[in-house]
């Protein structure tokens, strides 16, 4: 007599945990966007609130699409801790697809 038991379950954990480590971005790297998207706004915060907020900052808009950088070079624009966020966009259907390439990060010394 044989038993037939059951097909060992393989436990399938989901996205593992990891510390919360903060992203940065080093000034003066470059930011390539996405294939297909164009920078469409850099703009820098002096803290994530403001950016989160979009208050104040001093924000570089490329408004033309088809003039717009695919990549930009993260400066910071004074002395001092900035945060950066940079918005892509790209054509879509009825209209542009917009995404964050970068979105309150701390902007770094090199």
Do not use: C, K, N, Q
């Not at 080093?26 to 164009?38: F, K, L, N, S, Y």
């Not at 808009?61 to 400066?75: F, G, I, L, N, Q």
């Amino acid at each position: 007599m044989s038993l037939a038991l059951p097909a060992r379950r393989r436990h399938v954990r989901g996205p593992r945990s990891r510390p919360d480590r903060r992203r940065v971005i080093v000034e003066g790297t470059e930011h390539v966007a996405a294939a297909g998207h164009r920078v469409y706004v850099v703009a820098y915060y002096r803290s994530p609130e403001d950016a989160r907020d979009f208050r104040g900052g001093v924000v570089t808009t490329y408004a033309d699409h088809d003039a717009a950088p695919d990549r930009v070079t993260v400066a910071a624009p004074g002395p001092g801790d900035w945060f950066v966020s940079i918005l892509e966009r790209s054509p879509g259907a009825s209209g542009y697809t917009f995404v964050a390439g970068a979105d309150g990060v701390p902007l770094v010394p090199r």
